[in-house]
């Protein structure tokens, strides 16, 4: 069964073109030695048409090719040509199970086999197949950035235009990676004048699709804008050489003739136009079978049909009958049936045969591998086109014949050439500068600079007087010392006093005046209430370095570490105030056992430190560097914060304490710390890390710092185990039985020997937000919760028990009734 236009040989495809190549094709079919159809099968041919007023019709075609199945049941459907016909029918070809051949249908669309065209066979040429052929051109001539391509689209027909030029799109856009342009050529939006200024802004290497006459148009305005210097090239895509044919308006092979033997001022300017064509087939069979189309059209059809590329489509249907037979032949010999499309479809894959237009190769995807000419201007005197080059669709390489392009500067133009199309590349702005602009630039910059050394000279002023003014000093005498017992019974908890093992030298609390604090924002009428650590120095000198870790102190504001409130440098009472914690260290509260932690409140004090710790990594400070439970202390809201920080140039060293207190406070330092002594700033972070390990195990156990199961070691034995790393490495006891194997792993990933493998806090903030979903929380979050899930279950109880007591009270007023007369 046929379905192909049935008037218009406008189309290369149409029924008065493809029917005597049909008619060929059987002949041969039928006189083969041996016949290609074995016997006694015959071939019948049902012809319907896809035409409508004319032109092409996606409503008839499919109506018609159902009619054809219906009253004929053919075993294979040749045609339609046209691209939205061909689409529905092959649609309906492809859920039939019905071989669909064609020489059309040229369009991308139809490459998606497996989707919607499984049976769709194309023997003639496609538009993918000029995309490759566009891709190796671009490969020969180092074209890698950019190209613009222009097309007419009639959308009221097949769109012919917009379907060759869709393959080149295609390829050179998504294979290639190139920044494609388009633009839609319209005579009446603009016309030549749009379409050459669309060309300027977008590129070097144009690929035009349209009727002659707009490429003489276009390239008629490109010469007068000087487009046709050498820094353009124009590939014409004229598949069927229309441009080329010679009639009564041109000689042959002059594309920019007018009128023939007259120049019309445009051969100079085609000196850059290339034009694609179909390579047209040059064996003897190819030439036998033309004239017989030729012939066969006119007496069987009444049609007569000139020598043009158009007749290699008829070529490609008789290619596509000898397919079919050769395929169904090997099929019938092989036992199969010739309703099993599948299995015919599969053979046609990766066929090779000669046919009448020469080799047919079809590739894996059933579309036939395409040879395309490239023409040239070889003698610009002459201004004839020669076949410069012949791309085979078969090896997928380009063949030069010898005969030069014509480049007007004796090269090809670069496809993005500097400057042209990078505007923002700074080293492309060659623009002089007129005097005034020069003048006006330079007040600008003054201006500018002047501004910045300003505001810079205004800032360091700025320091420099809030380091002269130390904001941060507090003298002794407006302290005012009051019984620490008070202040940590109205507290309710115990006063830390850790004169031995704790970070204080000597831990007091004091009642500053509302003279010295006036300043300060967290001041009262009636004073504040602060903790003060002496420092064992006799005197401090303010270095600059001293004073700027003074002010970084003070810019340091956040939950979870002690406010800083200011510091003493009188001799010999030189001492750091901060923020007081009435609730004790951390140390104090695990080693009181009269205290009841559940393992709320314990992740709670936890994940309080995770966030101190990742808030003081982060600031400028950078790291602890001493980081301790006793350094970890609970205000009144029951909230940790950390204290002990910073002022590292301030602070007294630790070797002038007694032997055994040096010890117990390095139980928690990292074994790199104990052998270096310090570390930069990464690395001190890491031994934060560590410390942090150590004081998990010793929340999670409540038996102290590093306690270690079964042995009893003094604190200067453990410090020197973990000195001196030796495998395996000396560490806590971990129990799974009291705590989870999560927080065991958080351990031991925290103690880790090498610094590296220890997460940093933001990371153990994650991964203790996985195991324990209420870490987010305070303590006093956690306690009101509960106490609200509590009245909840108090007041359902209360009710409970109030319908117990109705209940009760009905029964005995039921029974007082029943003893009552």
Request: include cysteine.
């Amino acid at each position: 069964a046929v379905v192909l236009p049935e008037r218009n040989v406008s189309y290369a495809w149409a029924w008065p073109r493809v029917g005597p190549a049909l008619s060929l094709a059987l002949e041969a079919l039928e006189r083969g030695e041996p016949p290609l159809l074995p016997r006694p099968f015959s071939v019948r041919v049902e012809f319907m048409s896809s035409e409508l007023e004319g032109a092409c019709s996606e409503y008839v075609a499919p109506l018609n090719a159902v009619d054809l199945k219906l009253y004929h049941d053919p075993d294979v459907l040749f045609g339609p040509g046209c691209v939205y016909p061909a689409a529905s029918v092959g649609r309906f070809a492809s859920h039939w199970r019905l071989p669909l051949i064609t020489g059309g249908a040229v369009a991308a669309g139809f490459s998606r086999k497996r989707e919607h065209y499984s049976t769709t066979v194309r023997t003639g040429p496609s538009a993918p197949k000029l995309g490759a052929f566009v891709s190796h051109l671009h490969a020969h001539f180092n074209w890698s950035a950019r190209a613009v391509l222009l097309y007419v689209d009639r959308k009221t027909d097949d769109r012919p235009y917009y379907f060759t030029v869709e393959g080149v799109y295609q390829e050179l856009q998504d294979g290639n990676n190139l920044t494609v342009t388009v633009h839609i050529y319209s005579p009446d939006e603009g016309g030549p004048d749009t379409a050459v200024h669309f060309i300027k802004a977008n590129g070097r290497v144009v690929y035009l699709c349209g009727p002659p006459e707009m490429l003489r148009q276009i390239m008629q305005l490109a010469q007068q804008e000087n487009l046709t210097n050498g820094d353009y090239v124009f590939f014409y895509l004229d598949v069927f050489g229309e441009s080329l044919r010679g009639d009564s308006a041109r000689d042959p092979f002059k594309p920019w003739q007018q009128s023939p033997g007259q120049d019309s001022g445009l051969r100079e300017a085609f000196q850059m136009v290339l034009v694609i064509t179909y390579y047209e087939p040059q064996n003897p069979e190819y030439q036998h079978f033309q004239t017989q189309l030729i012939l066969r059209a006119k007496q069987k059809f009444g049609v007569q049909l000139n020598y043009s590329l158009m007749n290699l489509v008829a070529g490609c249907f008789y290619d596509g009958m000898l397919l079919y037979a050769m395929v169904l032949n090997e099929t019938l010999r092989e036992g199969g049936s010739k309703k099993n499309a599948t299995h015919i479809i599969e053979k046609m894959r990766d066929r090779k045969f000669q046919g009448v237009t020469g080799l047919v190769s079809m590739d894996s995807n059933n579309d036939r591998d395409t040879d395309f000419n490239l023409w040239a201007m070889s003698d610009p005197k002459t201004g004839k086109y020669e076949v410069v080059g012949h791309y085979s669709g078969v090896e997928k390489q380009i063949h030069w014949l010898g005969r030069p392009i014509p480049w007007v500067k004796g090269a090809p133009p670069l496809d993005n050439p500097p400057c042209v199309f990078d505007v923002d590349d700074p080293s492309c702005d060659k623009t002089p500068l007129s005097m005034l602009a020069i003048v006006a630039l330079g007040t600008g910059l003054t201006f500018v600079m002047f501004g910045i050394s300003s505001f810079l000279i205004f800032r360091k002023l700025m320091l420099e007087k809030e380091l002269a003014s130390m904001l941060w000093r507090i003298r002794w005498d407006e302290l005012q010392f009051g019984s620490p017992e008070r202040y940590h019974k109205a507290a309710g908890s115990r006063l830390t006093l850790s004169l031995v093992r704790g970070c204080w030298h000597l831990p007091c609390l004091c009642k500053s005046t509302q003279q010295a604090l006036t300043s300060l924002p967290s001041q009262t009428p009636q004073g504040n209430v602060v903790a003060i650590k002496h420092i064992n120095k006799k005197r401090i000198e303010l270095t600059r370095q001293v004073l700027f870790e003074l002010k970084h102190m003070r810019d340091i504001q956040f939950n979870h570490l002690t406010r800083f409130i200011g510091a003493c440098i009188d001799p010999p009472n030189i001492c750091i105030i901060t923020e007081y914690c009435p609730r004790g260290s951390l140390q104090d509260v695990l080693e009181n056992e009269s205290i009841n932690l559940d393992w709320m409140f314990r992740y709670s004090l936890i994940n309080d430190i995770v966030k101190g710790m990742a808030f003081l990594h982060n600031s400028i400070i950078g790291h602890h560097g001493s980081l301790k439970s006793s350094n970890c202390v609970v205000d009144s809201r029951f909230v940790l914060k950390i204290t002990d920080y910073g002022l590292a140039s301030f602070r007294s060293p630790s070797d002038n304490e007694d032997t055994h207190a040096l010890y117990a406070k390095k139980l928690w330092t990292a074994p790199e710390l104990l052998q270096k002594g310090h570390l930069p700033t990464p690395g001190m972070q890491k031994a934060d890390v560590y410390s942090f390990g150590i004081i998990v195990q010793e929340v999670a156990l409540r038996n102290g710092p590093f306690y270690i199961e079964g042995m009893d070691l003094s604190p200067k034995e453990i410090v020197q185990k973990v000195r001196n790393s030796q495998k395996p490495f000396f560490r806590p006891s971990i129990d799974i039985g009291v705590h989870s194997e999560e927080l065991a792993v958080l351990m031991e990933r925290c103690w880790a020997q090498e610094p590296a493998e220890r997460p940093d806090f933001s990371q153990i903030k994650i991964f203790i937000r996985r195991f324990n979903k209420e870490g987010s929380t305070s303590i006093l979050d956690n306690l009101l919760s509960r106490m609200e899930q509590y009245a909840n279950n108090l007041e359902k109880l209360v009710e409970e028990r109030t319908q117990a007591y109705l209940e009760e009270k009905r029964k005995a007023e039921n029974l007082l009734y029943q003893i009552l007369p």
